[in-house]
């Protein structure tokens, strides 16, 4: 269907398209319906939005003749809709849609994690977004928009972009300890992205259950069981994961965060990394290693990764979320030689690779020293952070027990036995609007004593909020709220 005086592309025009297509059953009503019909189609148009506000409309001849309708059928539809403020003309203007009419679009619903409205925010596992460094980031973009030549913006290796690949090979070998080759590196959006390549895979070889820290991220449980892999707890000691409980699974692959352990904040011993990686070789194993924080210690050097002990045992997984920010969906996963081939199929079958610009950005923040520069100013303000949260503790909790490493973005904070028991402190709290969360719902096993025991983030919050929040919630604790 064309209207020979309209041009379909014109911005504010209506041509050819879906808007006219629901004129066409109006046209072929029967002869006495048809001018009813036509109007309550137009009508319709507008108030769905399909014709919007501002749209030219073709001359009644032009639409009479697309339609095979008489032409004062048209105009007489286009004056009735004019007179009811759907349409308005002027000589020699025209007709349009009207602005009086504000059609009832459906609205896409923003499923996304928003900060919550409380008067303080501890939920662990968020850096803070406001040091992301836009500057810079923006400074690079517009450099790698200017340099990328046109055939790079066609589809990537599967793997990633071999710039990327070598510019994180060298930050993981020199930063964590890792064992890099950039052939063996893949770019992902994410941890979980990795979780599921590996867990698609390893069921593809016959795998059906992969083992968990318990206490330990809900996340590793259900992304392996997307994969079709039952995620089977494994309890922790102070030293790490309990290697007996392990070898007495029967599992062959299981998910670890040992640089940092969460959310108990424990590092991994020397000896308990040995025994693991005995095991691996054992039972022809893999264990899986979820670095998500590994860059943040702030008492010592960062302990390197468990994967450069043994590369070909160890797959070894980051990303950007924490250090830069999540909404980036830019992550990386070294994997053993024995998996690399089919893991790169399936990141290729998957998504056909992470997008170009993206990557070359990164590769670019990482090569001129941005990335470290910006890992250095988020230690500073997150070391400050954890002090001034275990100095509130200890000032309005008196006897609280604060464990883990000083590392990472949150604290397992122990309260004495008399701010017990946990539901009615975990109730109070909540009543007087400070956003936290215990221990126990990091773990399918929980303990049987009442001790209240808190996972406490801190990185997202300013030292302020973060010595008002521990105020109040020690005030709701004490029943004065």
């Known amino acids: 269907m064309t209207s020979s005086g309209t041009n379909p592309d014109a911005p504010g025009a209506a041509g050819r398209g879906g808007a006219w297509e629901m004129l066409l059953p109006a046209a072929s009503a029967p002869t006495r319906a048809r001018g009813r019909a036509l109007q309550a189609a137009l009508r319709e148009s507008v108030r769905s939005g399909r014709l919007a506000p501002g749209t030219r ?21 286009y004056e009735q809709l004019t007179a009811e403020g759907y349409l308005r003309s002027g000589r020699g203007a025209g007709t349009w849609v009207g602005g009086a009419v504000r059609a009832a679009l459906p609205r896409a619903r923003d499923l996304a ?7 303080a925010d501890f939920l662990p596992g968020t850096p803070d977004l406001s040091l992301f460094p836009r ?27 071999p710039r990327l690949r070598t510019a994180l090979a060298e930050l993981l070998t ?22 599921t390549l590996l867990g698609t895979v390893l069921h593809a070889r016959g795998m059906r259950a992969v083992g968990t820290e318990d206490p330990g991220s809900p996340d590793h449980e259900t992304l392996y069981a997307s994969a079709g892999l039952d995620a089977v707890p494994l309890p922790l000691d102070g030293e790490g994961l309990d290697t007996q409980a392990l070898r007495a699974s ?6 670890t965060t040992p640089a940092h352990q969460f959310p108990s904040g424990i590092a991994y011993s020397a000896r308990r990394r040995s025994e693991l990686l005995d095991w691996a070789r054992e039972v022809d194993g893999l264990v899986v290693e979820d670095d998500y924080d590994g860059d943040f210690r702030y008492d010592r050097a960062p302990v390197g990764a468990l994967q450069g002990l043994d590369p070909e045992r160890v797959a070894y997984a980051g990303s950007v979320s924490k250090s830069l920010a999540p909404g980036l969906r830019l992550g990386w996963l070294l994997v053993p030689e024995s998996l690399a081939e ?64 000083a590392a990472g973005l949150h604290v397992i904070a122990e309260l004495p036995p008399r701010y017990g028991p946990a539901d009615r402190f975990l109730a109070r709290v909540d009543a007087a609007g400070i956003a936290v969360r215990a221990l126990t719902s990091y773990t399918r096993t929980p303990p049987p004593d009442d001790v209240v025991r808190l996972v406490l983030g801190y990185a997202h919050v300013p030292p302020s909020r973060i010595r008002s929040g521990i105020r109040t919630m020690a005030t709701a604790a004490a029943g004065d709220v």
Request: aromatic share 4%.
């Open 57 to 77: 409309l073709p001359s009644s001849r032009e639409l009479a003749a697309d339609l095979g309708v008489s032409r004062g059928l048209v105009t007489e539809a």
């Open 113 to 119: 994690p928003r900060p919550l409205d409380a008067r």
């Open 135 to 161: 500057a810079a980031w923006s400074a690079a973009q517009r450099r790698v928009l200017a340099e990328l030549p046109h055939h790079a913006l066609g589809y990537p290796d599967p793997r990633g972009l």
């Open 174 to 195: 020199r930063r964590r300890g890792v064992v890099a080759d950039p052939e063996r590196v893949v770019v992902v959006s994410g941890v979980a992205q990795a979780a």
């Open 250 to 255: 029967g599992v062959r692959v299981v998910v």
């Open 342 to 405: 089919e893991v790169v199929e399936r990141k290729r079958t998957m998504d056909l690779g992470n997008p170009v610009v993206d990557q070359a950005l990164l590769a670019r923040f990482v090569e001129r020293g941005d990335y470290d520069r910006h890992l250095r100013r988020c230690r500073r303000a997150y070391r400050e952070r954890r002090d001034t949260l275990v100095a509130a503790l200890a000032e309005h909790f008196p006897g609280t027990r604060v464990s883990g490493i």
